[in-house]
């Protein structure tokens, strides 16, 4: 579960802090009795909120916290190259800082990474409050409490200048780069478990977590492809992929779409043979000249009861598309417990149906692995829904001196908002800020 999120110096972001903790205090009455889940525990102590909304006007920043846990995921992956982003109306901080905190199991984590355009500044990984190492261009660094034998201080220390940095040699005026200078551009945590996997159990399982366990897509428009594969556990046999459409092709059904049924398809073919249908997956062989082909088609009642076939990527609507690939990573995410990231999860969905897929994750018939689910939105319509509580919707404001900032409902203190309270009356009334005010 993710418990809070630390941004600075991102884009619009100067300083945020998105706080995914159950934020009401006392739990509802008889709350374990509820089919409805109000939160999700990691303990008596930590409660996390199974859904956040964010809302605010075009431009207001809500992209850019998405943004912000990909480029992380991108640095843990691929290192810092590429992937600094600084504020550039507000030169307050001439490098760029996430912090994350996560309980996987009952075990809390939290990783913070500190950087700019050239180099890692610090790094630090803390488990349940106590720090496993850290690393600090500025001090010692600290690996006192995953040290072995065979890897003392020295080692880890060799680890990062030989595995983790690399010579840069740019023409640009920072002093630091005036000379070939070797700098440290890949995470310690990332070469660890790239190399060094048997090392220490629990640099393993953050890893893990931020890698598989955090979702997160600038789009709903999901490949269909990406969807099947990660529903599948990326398992490419027949078997693995036809369980894993017919799963997901049992939702679409439930969402009140006139579809009777849907078919997976797989056909080989010579890559000169003329395709007469759209294909939803096309790969070739080099080495036996085929291409492997996958057809999806989905069927419907005529007006005489009659079954009719239709190519789903050619006649079925642009919603019902997205609608199919986007329930694949919100099951992956019930299945596994994972917390999806969403960008815009509204576009071209009925808010009816995106009520229901909310609700999947605050349903125990179907969050049963603690999964999150935190996206940007437009559609207010839901938010008179009586589906959200006070610590699942947030606002997102800018300024050219605070840039992007969030503010939850449960943060307006000085306001009498309930859960049963209309949200979507008092956003367009402007009490929760967020909102543009167009003119022509």
């Known amino acids: 579960m993710l418990s809070y999120f630390k941004i600075r110096n991102f884009k619009s972001i100067l300083d945020v802090e998105v706080d995914f903790s159950y934020a009401e205090g006392k739990a509802p009455n008889n709350y374990e009795q509820l089919n409805t889940i109000p939160f999700l525990e990691a303990d008596k102590k930590n409660r996390f909120v199974p859904c956040m909304a964010f809302y605010g006007a075009n431009a207001s920043g809500k992209s850019n916290i998405v943004m912000a846990l990909l480029v992380l995921n991108q640095i843990l992956q691929k290192g810092i ?20 905190e996560f309980f996987k199991d009952k075990t809390k984590y939290a990783y913070c990474i500190e950087y700019n355009a050239f180099s890692i500044q610090k790094e630090k990984l803390l488990k349940n409050n106590e720090i496993l190492y850290s690393i600090d261009k500025s001090s010692k660094n600290n690996f006192k409490n995953i040290q072995t034998e065979d890897y003392n201080a020295d080692k880890f220390n060799n680890i990062i200048d030989v595995e983790c940095s690399q010579f840069q040699n740019f023409e640009l005026n920072e002093p630091i780069l005036n000379e070939n200078k070797k700098l440290q551009i890949f995470p310690f945590l990332s070469r660890i478990n790239f190399g060094y996997k048997g090392l220490n159990k629990d640099l393993v399982d953050a890893f893990n977590y931020m890698i598989s366990s955090i979702v997160i897509s600038l789009t709903n428009n999901i490949p269909y492809r990406d969807s099947l594969a990660i529903l ?57 000249n085929v291409l492997r082909l996958e057809y999806i088609n989905s069927y419907h009642h005529d007006i005489n009861n009659r079954e009719v076939k239709f190519n789903f990527f050619r006649e079925e609507s642009n919603g019902t ?9 919100v099951l992956y995410s019930l299945e596994n417990g994972a917390a999806l990231i ?3 999860i509204d576009r071209a969905i009925h808010p009816m149906i995106l009520i229901q897929i909310i609700k999947m994750f ?23 829904e009586e589906i959200f509580r006070i610590s699942e919707v947030s606002f997102i404001s800018k300024n050219l001196k605070d840039g992007s900032t969030t503010k939850r409902i449960s943060d307006f203190k000085d306001k009498d908002i309930r859960n049963v309270t209309d949200f979507r009356k008092l956003y367009w009334n402007g009490v929760f800020g967020g909102i543009p005010y167009p003119y022509i």
């Not at 190259?81 to 994350?100: A, M, T, V």
């Not at 036809?242 to 779409?257: G, T, Y």
């Open 81 to 100: 190259i590429g992937h600094y982003f600084p504020n550039k109306l507000n030169p307050k901080y001439n490098y760029s800082s996430f912090e994350i």
């Open 232 to 288: 599948s556990n990326h398992k490419n046999d027949n078997e693995s992929l036809q369980q894993s459409f017919n799963k997901i092709a049992d939702i679409l059904k439930k969402f009140d779409i006139d579809i009777t049924r849907m078919s997976l398809n797989r056909e080989l073919k010579n890559p000169q043979e003329r395709l007469t249908d759209i294909p939803a997956f096309v790969e070739q062989n080099f080495n036996n």
């Open 321 to 329: 598309q997205i609608l199919l690939s986007l329930i694949g990573f």
């Open 342 to 344: 969403i960008d815009e």
């Open 362 to 384: 605050k349903d125990k018939d179907y969050n049963k692995k603690n999964a999150q689910l935190i996206f940007t939105c437009h559609a207010t319509d839901i938010l008179s």
